[in-house]
């Protein structure tokens, strides 16, 4: 099987970017290691602290973030860093080329019950007149990515991953410690009949939503005229990798409660990364409002609504919103 390196290489990925990729991917493996350990590793459960968006911190969260943090800032690859666990952008190498944004751990609610969890990123070239410190730099929309993927600490340990070059499937062969291509090119079916929104929030949706919703509800008796069926992972890595797999919507919109948050997700480390794989595997990334890779960010920690998946379920999901 092919790993990793020799696929890089084919897909024209410069030697510095593959490198950076290698070392974040050490980090990876790193916490991979720590999630297996779970209960006997003291690794679960919540600290007292919360992040800068004033959720409450597992300890993963905190462990996850530490080991990609310091593995990037010592690499000299990096000249800074955006997190979801950092008030800030944390500066690294003013010399380095590239800019990592990251969400450590994603579902972390899901560590209390060893289920599926992930880590998702993706990397900017730095400017050159960037200092590290300087958060303007991370304010650029999606389509200005080199890479992104997420690491899926599942029952198996999976890479999904893209440079523009379409999106491969890896999984991480634990007798070597390399991960394999056993997926290259993965494609999303354009249609489906499977959904993926956490409907207890329904009530505080947006009209558009709520129409879309319940039309797939309905099944064969509405006019979509075929029955859907619905899953949530509480983990944006396990659904989405479950609509790569096998095609699928996946929806956070907009919520009513707080019309100063656009969203649950966050669009540096959550919404690009997850659009670019989605695009590159042939399915869409949407607000509702345009597409996620267009979207200027005003501030790193910036949330947005997503549509993520099969092409056309997208498509007909966004024509609610006209
Ligand atoms: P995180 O654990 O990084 O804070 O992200 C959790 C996110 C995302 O992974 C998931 O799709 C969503 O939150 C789950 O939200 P609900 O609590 O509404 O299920
Ligand atoms: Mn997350
Ligand atoms: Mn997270």
Redesign the pocket.
């Given at each position: 099987m092919k790993r990793l390196n020799s696929q890089l290489q084919q897909d024209g990925a410069p030697l510095e970017l593959i490198l950076l990729i290698r070392t974040l991917l050490a980090g990876c493996k790193e916490i991979s290691f720590r999630v297996s350990q779970g209960e006997l590793a003291g690794v679960l459960g919540s600290t007292l602290s919360e992040n800068v968006q004033g959720?409450t911190q597992k300890k993963l969260d905190v462990i996850s973030n530490q080991i990609l943090k310091d593995t990037l800032s010592e690499s000299g690859y990096v000249k800074a860093i955006s997190s979801?666990e950092e008030d800030t952008v944390v500066p690294c190498n003013p010399d380095g080329n590239y800019l990592v944004s990251f969400?450590p751990?994603?579902?972390?609610?899901n560590t209390e019950i060893n289920s599926l969890i992930g880590t998702i990123f993706s990397i900017t070239h730095a400017p050159q007149w960037m200092k590290p410190e300087d958060p303007s730099a991370f304010l650029q929309p999606g389509t200005q990515m080199v890479a992104a993927g997420y690491v899926l600490y599942g029952p198996s340990t999976m890479l999904a991953m893209t440079t523009g070059r379409g999106t491969h499937l890896y999984t991480l062969d634990k007798t070597h410690g390399g991960f394999l291509l056993t997926t290259p090119n993965i494609k999303v079916p354009e249609d489906t009949a499977e959904f993926a929104i956490?409907a207890s929030?329904q009530r505080h949706w947006e009209e558009p939503i709520q129409e879309y919703v319940s039309d797939l509800i309905a099944g064969t008796e509405g006019p979509r005229e075929k029955d859907f069926n619905m899953r949530?992972v509480?983990?944006?890595?396990g659904?989405i990798h479950r609509v790569l797999c096998r095609g699928g919507i996946f929806a956070?919109p907009f919520d009513k409660r707080n019309p100063k948050v656009p969203g649950?997700?966050r669009l540096l480390y959550?919404a690009n990364p997850m659009a670019f794989l989605m695009e590159q595997a042939g399915g869409l990334g949407d607000t509702g409002h345009g597409r996620i890779m267009e979207v200027m960010p005003e501030e790193i920690h910036q949330r947005v609504p997503v549509l993520l998946g099969s092409k056309n379920e997208v498509e007909m999901c966004k024509s609610y919103y006209k």
């Open positions: 959720e979801e969400d751990l994603d579902g972390s609610s956490n929030n949530w509480a983990a944006m890595v659904d956070y649950k997700l959550e």
